[in-house]
Structure formats: structure tokens, C-alpha cells
């Protein structure tokens, strides 16, 4: 794996350690004033790494463990469905990563361990039906129009070329074959849309199972500092911009029907580049979402809370925030966050401790 290479949170946490790099991340400075939200009930403590999860109505409770490729109903051990075997090694382990709720029906993503073959499943009254992801993205490959890498590649100097090459960094490229379906939503009328962490997209599975283009996420640039040069030891790239991948991480629906994205780009596994998590609007043209946000620390889920307020999981900064003037304001502190949801009057979240270093089972809270 290159330094600058993409990996999604899943393959973290499929091998059950933590990544202690990441940890650092926390670090980011913190809002002014007190978290106004505290833990006031906690569901469940049966988890290892529940980096999804959905509320269906007031007592169903869907988790997703991509540690154990499982999906759970909170109140239950036994899980409803299991994905590819996980691994200890997380290049080669596949997982159970994405769950959603409709009124009457359960949506989970899975994906092989080679990322060649990534389905959305779909659970209602004792049927399966299961849609391919990865075939679309093998068919159409939707982000082959962006560009990553360096910018203005010709101007960028022989010596930091060769630095970053020495690392195995990729100088330029078109995005390429690869999907993760991570994350899914429920669109209303049968239609889910899927989030694919590996093919950067958000696409949309209609009743019969058709899959359709929802949106494209845009390359990340970084502009790449001294400080961030000589942390990565790339010194003579130092003033040059270097456009990440930008990893979709959750999708959900907001009020009006407009779709909103997480977004936590590729990079070093290391707090050297900061905090890089954003926050998309999808509009009508699917190559132009709109930046609503960024400067999260790991955003790896948002929910939609009332007068469409926008709360985000910050996983590496142990932290709930909500999108306030382009940026996060924090409301809780919760280590180990890794997804939210509002439903019932209360914000829901998970905690998988394991992914950043610490110890202890994943949880199912509520806060208030």
C-alpha cells in the first residue's frame, strides 16, 4: 500500500486492531464552549466495530459490525446475515459494511475481499434480492473523468517526483476499477442509494434492481506544506497540490429529498495531513456536488436531525459535530464515534474504540 494510497475505515477495523496513527487526529483544536450532548442510554455493548447502523421505527435497531462481516438486531446474538469472512490481514478481508432501513424492508452492502464483487442485498417479508454494485462500476467506472495526483504535473520539480515515486506514490492517474460499497440509504418507493467508498460515486438501486448514477464525489487536493513535506518525508514537494481520492463514507436523506455525503479522502494513515473530512450536497448534475463542509476529523457518517441541522461522526477526533459556517462546532464527545443517527427526537451513535488504538466493545448509545 503506497503512502498516499485510499483505504476506507472498514479495513481497519476488519482485522479487530487499532490504528494508533490515526489516533493523533484528535488533536484538531475544538469548538469553543461545552458539548451540549451526553450519553444518556446505551443499547447495546455486544459489538466489536459497528461502523453502521439503522433505526427502524421505535424498538428495531440494525448494526452492522464490519469486524465481524455480520450484520445484528440489537436484542439478538444471533446475526441476520453474514458477509465474506474477515481477515487479519485488511487487504485481504471482505466485510459487511452498509445498513439502512426502509418501513418495511432491511438494506446491507457486502464486499469480497478483492473488492471484485460488491452487492447491496435487500430484506423484506422473507425475501432476498440481491443487486450487483460492483458490476456497474466494472461496466461504467463513473470517476474515470477525475484526475489524481499531482497538479500541474509539469511544473512540479524532477526531485519531488522522484521522492514521492520512492514511496510508490502514484504521479497522476485516472480513477480506476475498484468499489466498496460502504454505506446505503433509503430513497422511499423501493430505492436505495449506495455509497461506493472504492468507486467514489453514489449510485441508485431502483425496485427492480437497476442501477443508475446518483453522483460523482470530486477529487480532494491538498496543498502540501513544509511541515506536511518533511512529516512525510517528501521535502521537495513542499507548495505542491496533490488531489486525493475523496472515499465516500455515508449517504443520507434530507429534507426535501436532497442526498448529503461524507466524505474522508485517501491519504497517508497518519494525522500528518490533518483534518480533511467534508461534508457534499448532491445536485442535479452528478459531477458537481455541492461542498457544504470540510475540516472534520475522520468523517465517517452523518445524520439529519430536525430543521435539517447536520450532525457528523468524527472518528479520529473522538467527537459528534455539527455543520456550522462551512466547518464542525462540537456537541458531544464520544471516543471512538463512528456513525450517528436521528430518529425518535434523540441523535443515535456507535462507538468501534478498536479502530483508533483503544480498547473495549462497540456501542449502540443515545444522547441527549
Not at 81 to 94: D, F, H, I, K
Not at 182 to 202: K, P
Not at 288 to 307: S, V
Request: hydrophobic residues 40%.
Amino acid at each position: 500500500m503506497s503512502l498516499f494510497s485510499k483505504r476506507t475505515i472498514a479495513a481497519a477495523a476488519a482485522v479487530g486492531i487499532g490504528v494508533a496513527t490515526m489516533a493523533g487526529l484528535g488533536a484538531v483544536p475544538a469548538s469553543a464552549g461545552a458539548p451540549s450532548l451526553h450519553v444518556i442510554h446505551t443499547f447495546s455493548d455486544d459489538y466489536v466495530a459497528p461502523l453502521q447502523f439503522a433505526v427502524q421505527g421505535h424498538h428495531n435497531i440494525y448494526v452492522a459490525d464490519s469486524a465481524q462481516s455480520a450484520l445484528f438486531k440489537v436484542g439478538r446474538s444471533t446475526p441476520i446475515a453474514r458477509g465474506p469472512a474477515p481477515s487479519q490481514n485488511p487487504e485481504e478481508s471482505g466485510d459487511l459494511a452498509g445498513v439502512a432501513t426502509s418501513r418495511d424492508a432491511i438494506a446491507y452492502t457486502t464486499t469480497s475481499a478483492d473488492h471484485q464483487d460488491t452487492r447491496l442485498t435487500i430484506l423484506r417479508h422473507g425475501h432476498k434480492k440481491v443487486v450487483s454494485i460492483s458490476d456497474f462500476e466494472r461496466k461504467y467506472n463513473p470517476d474515470k473523468r477525475n484526475y489524481y495526483g499531482l497538479e500541474h504535473i509539469r511544473s512540479v520539480s524532477k526531485s519531488c517526483k522522484a521522492e514521492l515515486t520512492a514511496q510508490h506514490v502514484p504521479l497522476a492517474y485516472h480513477g480506476v476499477y475498484d468499489s466498496h460499497a460502504y454505506s446505503v440509504a433509503s430513497l422511499g418507493h423501493g430505492e436505495w442509494a449506495v455509497g461506493d467508498a472504492g468507486g467514489n460515486d453514489i449510485v441508485k438501486v431502483n425496485r427492480w434492481g437497476h442501477v443508475s448514477l446518483i453522483s460523482v464525489l470530486p477529487p480532494r487536493p491538498l496543498h502540501i506544506t513544509s511541515a506536511i513535506a518533511t512529516a512525510l518525508n517528501v521535502p521537495s514537494c513542499a507548495g505542491v497540490t496533490y488531489r486525493f481520492e475523496p472515499v465516500p463514507t455515508d449517504v443520507e436523506v434530507g429534507h426535501h429529498h436532497q442526498l448529503f455525503v461524507t466524505s474522508l479522502p485517501g491519504g497517508p494513515e497518519s494525522p500528518a495531513l490533518g483534518a480533511r473530512g467534508s461534508v457534499f450536497k448532491l445536485g442535479h448534475n452528478p459531477y458537481h456536488p455541492y461542498l457544504i463542509a470540510t475540516g472534520f476529523a475522520g468523517a465517517t457518517n452523518l445524520a439529519i436531525g430536525p430543521h435539517g441541522r447536520i450532525y457528523v461522526a468524527e472518528l479520529f477526533g473522538g467527537t459528534i459535530s455539527v455543520v456550522r459556517h462551512g466547518g464542525p462546532h462540537t456537541v458531544a464527545t464520544l471516543p471512538g464515534v463512528a456513525a450517528v443517527e436521528w430518529a425518535n427526537g434523540h441523535l443515535y451513535a456507535s462507538t468501534a474504540p478498536v479502530v483508533t488504538g483503544g480498547s473495549g466493545p462497540g456501542k449502540i448509545v443515545v444522547l441527549g
